[in-house]
C-alpha cells in the first residue's frame, strides 16, 4: 500500500510540473486566476471531488444505519441550490470580473463588511479543512507512519505521529500548488475525482461479489431493507424530507456561492456561459455520487453481518473497519488507499490555495497596495501559503486533542451553520436591499451576535419550545443577520 500511495503522490507531482511549465513564472495571475482559461468540463470534474472530501468517503456509508438514504433528501434540495448559484450570483461575480468573491461587499457595504466576511470564510475553511483531513491523517497514520516509524527503531506517541502525518500531507499539497496555485489544482482534481469514484466503485463491486452477498443481495436489500429509506415526512424528525431539502438549498447556497474555494475555480473559466454549464454539470452529478457512498454502507452493514465482523463504534470507522478486516482481499485496500488519499487532497489542497487568495487580496489587499512590485506580491503570497499550511496542521491537532463522537460530515455541517451565517445575510443584502447605504463600522459586531444567538437558541430550543434545530440553523443565522444589517442602515 505505501508503494501504492508514492506512486499516486509522483503522479501528483509530474502534474504539477507540466502544468507549471507553461505558466508565467509561478506569478499570482495563475495562481490566483488560472488566466481564465480552464476547460468548463474539467471544473466540473473536479469540482465533485472537491466537495466530496475525504469526510464524505468516510462518514456517508456510515450514516446507512441511523439514517438510512435520507441525505439524499438533501442533495436534491442541492439542486435547486445549484441554479441559483449559476443564475443568480455567478452573473454578478463574473460581471464584476472578480478574483475574490468577498470584493463585492467592498463595493457594495464598506471596507469593515468586506474584511468581516473574508474572516467568517478564513475561519470556516480552516475548521472545514481540518475536518475534512482529519479522517485520512488517521487511517495513515494508523497504517503507514506508526508501523514504518516502529520498523525503524521509534517510538513516538499518537499525537506526535498524527503531526508528522498531517505535516508530510499538506507539505506535498503545498509543493505541488506553491507555483501554478488554481490552475493546477484544476487538472489535479480532475484526477483525483476518477480515482475516487473509480475506487468507490471497485469496493462495491468487490463487496457484492463476496461468497456471502451476490447480486441478488443487492436486490433484496433495495426492496426490504429500512437502511434503503429515502423519505422522511415527518415533520419533528430533523431528517424531515422539508427540512433537509430546504437546508440543503441553503447550504449549497453558501457552501458554494459565497464559498471563495468552491467559486474561484468556477471563475476561471473563460467565461460566464461555460462557468454556468459547469455548474448545472456538477450539481446534477452530486445526487448520484452520494447515492452510491450511501448504497456501498447498506452493503457493508450488510456484510458485517453475514461475515461475523465487528462492527465500530462510529460509522466514520466502518469502512475502515471492514477493509482492515482483510475480507475483501488486497486489492480493496489499494483502492480504499487511492480513494481515500483522492478524495482527501482534491478538498484540502484547494483549501490551501482559497485561503491564500483570500487572506492575501481581502486582508493583506496585496494588488490594490501602492508600491509593491510583481515579484514583492509573489513574495507575500508564498509566504502565506506556508503559514497557511501551518494553520491547518494545529486545527487539525486541536480535532485529535478535543475529539468529537458525532459524525464528521455533521460536524462539518454544524460548523458551516454557525460560520456561514453572516455570510449568508451580508449577500443576501448586499445584493437585494436597493439602498445598501448603512453604518458599515457595526457590522463587525452584527455579524459576531448572530452565531451567539443560534447558539443560545441551539442549545435551549429543546426545552423552550420542544423543537430541536437541524441545519436550519443557517437560514436563522442568515436572517438574523440580515435584520441586524437593516437595523444599520443609514
Known amino acids: ?105 467592498a463595493d457594495r457595504l464598506g471596507k469593515h463588511s468586506h474584511r468581516t466576511g473574508a474572516a467568517f470564510f478564513v475561519l470556516s475553511k480552516l475548521t472545514g479543512a481540518a475536518a475534512r483531513l482529519f479522517p485520512v491523517c488517521l487511517v495513515l497514520d494508523t497504517f503507514i507512519t506508526r508501523p514504518l516509524l516502529r520498523a525503524s527503531g521509534f517510538a513516538f506517541g499518537n499525537t506526535l505521529t498524527l503531526s508528522l502525518t498531517a505535516l508530510a500531507l499538506l507539505g506535498l499539497m503545498w509543493g505541488y500548488t506553491r507555483r501554478g496555485g488554481i490552475k493546477v489544482l484544476v487538472r489535479t482534481d480532475t484526477l483525483q475525482t476518477v480515482c475516487m469514484l473509480g475506487a468507490a466503485i471497485a469496493i462495491a463491486l468487490a463487496v457484492i461479489g463476496a461468497p456471502q452477498m451476490g447480486w441478488g443481495t443487492v436486490t433484496e436489500l433495495w426492496r426490504g431493507s429500512e437502511m434503503t429509506r429515502v423519505f422522511d415526512w415527518d415533520w419533528s424528525h430533523t431528517t424531515n424530507f422539508w427540512r433537509q431539502f430546504i437546508s440543503g438549498m441553503f447550504i449549497v447556497v453558501v457552501m458554494t456561492g459565497l464559498d471563495q474555494d468552491m467559486m474561484q475555480k468556477n471563475l476561471t473559466c473563460k467565461d460566464l456561459r461555460s462557468a454556468q454549464k459547469e455548474m448545472c454539470l456538477y450539481g446534477t452529478a452530486f445526487l448520484p455520487v452520494n447515492f452510491l457512498f450511501l448504497f456501498l454502507g447498506v452493503l457493508l452493514y450488510t456484510f458485517c453481518a453475514r461475515t461475523g465482523i465487528a462492527l465500530p463504534q462510529s460509522g466514520d470507522e466502518l469502512l475502515t473497519a471492514v477493509v482492515a478486516s482483510g475480507a475483501l482481499g488486497w486489492g480493496v485496500c489499494i483502492a480504499f488507499a487511492i480513494g481515500l488519499s483522492a478524495a482527501a487532497f482534491s478538498s484540502a489542497d484547494s483549501a490551501l490555495t482559497a485561503l491564500t487568495t483570500t487572506i492575501c487580496i481581502d486582508l493583506l489587499r496585496v494588488e490594490n497596495r501602492n508600491g509593491l512590485s510583481a515579484a514583492e506580491q509573489v513574495k507575500i503570497r508564498r509566504c502565506v501559503h506556508i503559514c497557511v499550511v501551518a494553520a491547518v496542521v494545529l486545527m487539525l491537532l486541536a480535532f485529535r486533542i478535543v475529539g468529537d463522537a458525532t459524525s464528521l460530515i455533521n460536524a462539518i455541517y454544524v460548523i458551516a451553520s454557525y460560520t456561514y451565517g453572516p455570510l449568508l445575510g451580508l449577500f443576501t443584502y448586499s445584493l437585494f436591499v436597493k439602498h445598501t447605504a448603512l453604518r458599515d463600522r457595526y457590522v463587525p459586531a452584527v455579524c459576531i451576535a448572530a452565531p451567539l444567538i443560534c447558539l443560545v437558541l441551539d442549545l435551549n430550543a429543546q426545552q423552550w419550545l420542544g423543537y430541536k434545530f437541524g441545519y436550519e440553523l443557517l437560514l436563522l443565522n442568515g436572517l438574523i443577520t440580515f435584520g441586524g444589517l437593516l437595523a444599520l442602515r443609514k
Open 1 to 105: 500500500m505505501p508503494a501504492t500511495l508514492v506512486a499516486y503522490f509522483l503522479l501528483l507531482i509530474y502534474i504539477s510540473r507540466r502544468v507549471s511549465r507553461k505558466s508565467t513564472g509561478g506569478g499570482n495571475d495563475d495562481f490566483f486566476r488560472a488566466g481564465h482559461s480552464s476547460p468548463w468540463w474539467m471544473v466540473a470534474v473536479g469540482m465533485v471531488g472537491a466537495s466530496i472530501s475525504g469526510v464524505t468517503f468516510m462518514s456517508v456509508p456510515g450514516w446507512a444505519a441511523a439514517t438510512g438514504m435520507t441525505y439524499l433528501q438533501m442533495c436534491l434540495g442541492f439542486i435547486p441550490g445549484y441554479l441559483l448559484v449559476a443564475y443568480v450570483l455567478l452573473p454578478v461575480y463574473y460581471n464584476l470580473r472578480l478574483t475574490s468573491i468577498y470584493t463585492v461587499l
